[in-house]
């Protein structure tokens, strides 16, 4: 009996660490590509430009809202989008599109993918 009763707390603690490791999953994000962008917005998906504004203002895709990646912390959540809402994001280059992900990831949002580079729909 005490041989069973140690074999059920290994698989318990195994079981436990696996928990810790599906935890550390929920930062990471997705890319996507111009096409999968394109399904993911006709299925409600946003688009989130992080550019800044006079980049918004001389060239965006169709239907993208605009916050500067450095204002996401601060102002993401004031939009009313729920953690469920699918979010594709973009930048000019990728970069500041994939620390807008990677913030909005630790911000608890579930669905999020980047798309990279204005460029890449283009």
Do not use: P, W
């Not at 079981?15 to 917005?41: P, Q, R, W």
């Not at 989130?48 to 916050?67: K, T």
């Not at 930048?91 to 990279?116: N, P, Q, W």
């Amino acid at each position: 009996m005490k041989k069973y009763l140690t074999i059920i707390v290994i698989l318990l603690l195994l079981c436990a660490g696996c928990k810790v490791k599906n935890d550390k999953t929920k930062g990471e994000y997705k890319m996507v590509t111009c096409e999968e962008k394109n399904e993911m917005i006709q299925n409600g998906a946003i688009l989130l430009d992080v550019r800044s504004a006079s980049e918004y203002d001389e060239d965006h895709l169709d239907g993208a809202i605009n916050l500067e990646y450095t204002e996401l912390e601060n102002k993401f959540n004031d939009l009313g989008y729920t953690k469920e809402t699918k979010i594709v994001v973009y930048c000019r280059s990728g970069k500041r599109s994939s620390i807008a992900a990677e913030t909005l990831k630790k911000m608890g949002y579930l669905y999020v993918y980047d798309l990279g580079s204005i460029n890449n729909c283009k």
